[in-house]
């Protein structure tokens, strides 16, 4: 049985913050799971962000950019 | 009677975010009403985001940077 196709990310906005999320974690050699843990969320949450299925709130964005040792406003800048 | 003391912010990064969004907002010369009507959200929303009362989304963190006619990540650099 073929696997259902990937939702769509609920905005440009959500769907391009993941990627960068993505981009970041795989530069890093993260996996989903080492980088969950190390921010202290579920892995399944940091899938869901990473495929832009999730309008994440402020503290959540922050803890994602602590985990990646980023600024938060690299993974925001631009997005419309 | 005294008016009540106002609550402080949730967190120090929604109460910085706030500050920021207040001082740009003012330096525009723009109302609480004015700016919440070019966003298209209520006024009461953004005084309790400028107060650091709200952990705000994504889209609305987006949607508030428009308003302001500034770069997203401007409004969150830094913050932790």
């Known amino acids: 049985m073929p696997s259902p196709s990937p939702k ?6 959500a769907g ?11 530069a890093m050699g ?10 202290g969320f579920h892995w399944t949450f940091l899938g869901q962000v990473e495929r832009g299925q999730r309008n994440l709130s402020l503290h959540n964005i922050l803890k994602i950019a602590e985990a990646l040792d980023v600024d938060p406003g690299e993974l925001v800048t631009g997005l419309r």
Chains 1, 2 share one sequence.
């Open 8 to 13: 769509p990310p609920i905005s440009p906005a």
């Open 16 to 26: 391009e913050f993941g990627a960068r999320v993505r981009a970041r974690r795989e």
């Open 30 to 39: 993260l996996s989903q799971e080492a980088l969950a843990h190390e921010g």
